[in-house]
């Protein structure tokens, strides 16, 4: 019996420690954020970039740009958001990523609050892009914009409140590409920029 209740304790203790270990990542990870994990694609790529801008990098990301009219817009939006993230993968040749790569993306934004508001699919331009909004009871907490071509596949997440209709200000900035913002009420379907450099 003694045998079986230090058992039960120590159990009960590391029950307690894992809940509150979940309950530190939960609380860690404010709405809207999403994890960017893309399987093994980074062994297939031939290049990977990485973006990560919370907290103090942020702040001194939105310094560093420059005093023009397009950039003053950016960093207004910018000062706004918790985080901007992103990943960007190039192949040397096509076919070497599919769809399957990206379930566990797309699983995080079918939970509760993600909605998917505006889908490109080019066949002319070999280009496939979907913005997703996450919403909760006090207005937009985040965004996530998947823009798969040929030879390229980008993953985004902005973390914080944002205007579907400022995403255009963003492009060019961080790695976020330049997208035809949707417009208001996020009709899908609707032209979308291409990213950064375009593929051959």
């Known amino acids: 019996m003694k045998q079986t209740a230090r058992w039960l304790r120590a159990a009960l203790a590391a029950g307690a420690m894992a809940g509150g270990l979940a309950a530190q990542a939960s609380a860690a990870a404010p709405p809207g954020r999403i994890q960017l994990a893309c399987g ?3 062994r297939r790529a031939a290049e990977v970039s990485n973006v990560t801008l919370d907290g103090a990098m942020l702040r001194l990301g939105i ?10 817009q950016a960093r207004r939006v910018l000062m706004q958001l918790r985080g901007v993230y992103v990943k ?11 769809a399957r790569d990206l379930s566990a993306i797309r699983r995080q934004l079918r939970a509760p609050g993600w909605a998917h508001i505006l889908s490109v699919h ?3 331009a070999h280009r496939n892009v ?4 996450m919403s ?8 996530a914009i998947i823009a798969a071509y040929r030879r390229e596949l980008r993953v985004l997440n902005l973390v914080g409140p944002i205007d579907p209709a400022a995403l255009s200000r963003l492009g060019g900035h961080f790695g976020i590409p330049r997208v035809k913002a949707p417009p208001q009420g996020g009709a899908a379907g609707r032209k979308a920029g291409q990213p950064g450099r375009r593929q051959r």
């Open 40 to 42: 093994g694609l980074a």
């Open 63 to 72: 310094r560093m740009l420059s005093r023009q009219a397009r950039d003053a």
């Open 88 to 98: 960007d993968f190039r192949f040397d040749q096509r076919g070497q990523y599919s």
């Open 122 to 124: 080019s066949r002319r």
């Open 130 to 133: 979907d913005i997703y909004v």
């Open 136 to 143: 909760t009871a006090k207005g937009v907490a985040g965004m």
